[in-house]
């Protein structure tokens, strides 16, 4: 599929999506990081014409990472009227759930809290504006090695991308004229205070995972399934104890 077909696909997917809702949703609900994922998503919600709210969610944000999501804010609000852009400082709440927490302290429980309490606030916007929460993981992510937190960027009301590869998300970022330093950006899910990559943190690059996401015989292959297998949890339904009784 050439890569304007595939954002009208996506853009008349969502407002599919919101038409068949019982009460037609009446805003589309993004947060922006200033990575590649949120600002292509959040593009696409923009050309639906339908009110668009993005939100930049600092918590004890680098600056540069925080530099880029307000520049891609300012970017949509000046290119679409019907984009509302907004920062909700979270630093503080964080803080207070932190301390809260004292006796529970674990480093990566805290940093998965930052996109479970951005979440939250994506809800809160979305019940006051009757609108919908927009995941922005990509196939990558989701589906192929689940590289996102339970119940937080994963907690979303749908996933436009998340069929699309991070080099197909690259494709759209140009073709839509995202700014060249998002294109241009190291990937990271910004939930670290170091600021740690998502290779660092994977092992792999994008490209070696779609490699081996498309080619059992790729020498990744083993070391994709290894990432895959510790995050199925996060990619399968709940499980449930079923009862044998009606």
């Known amino acids: 599929m050439q890569t304007l077909d595939r954002i009208n696909k996506i853009k008349n997917w969502i407002l599919s999506y919101c038409k068949s809702m019982p009460k037609e949703a009446s805003a589309l609900v993004i947060g922006i990081s200033g990575g590649i994922d949120s600002s292509v998503t959040s593009t696409l919600c923009a050309l639906t014409g339908k009110k668009t709210i993005v939100l930049s969610m600092p918590i004890k944000q680098i600056k540069e990472q925080h530099d880029l999501s307000l520049k891609h804010q300012e970017w949509l609000k000046n290119k679409f009227s019907n984009v509302e852009g907004h920062t909700i400082e979270l630093d503080e709440v964080f803080l207070s759930f932190k301390k809260s927490l004292s ?45 996102y937190t339970k119940y937080g960027d994963g907690g979303v009301d749908i996933s436009p991308i998340a069929d699309c590869t991070k080099t197909q998300v690259w494709e759209m970022g140009k073709s839509l004229s995202i700014t060249k330093e998002i294109l241009d950006a190291e990937p990271t899910d910004g939930l670290w205070d170091d600021g740690r990559t998502d290779v660092k943190q994977l092992g792999m690059s994008y490209e070696e995972l779609e490699k081996a996401m498309k080619d059992k015989a790729s020498k990744d292959y083993n070391k994709y399934l290894e990432i895959r297998k510790k995050n199925l949890h996060k990619m399968k339904p709940i499980p449930v104890c079923l009862m044998d009784d009606e």
């Open 103 to 147: 006796k529970f302290e674990n480093d990566h429980g805290m940093a998965n809290s930052r996109a479970r309490l951005r979440m939250t606030s994506l809800y809160q916007a979305a019940a006051a504006n009757n609108g919908i929460v927009v995941g922005t993981g990509n196939k990558v992510e989701d589906f192929g090695v689940g590289f």
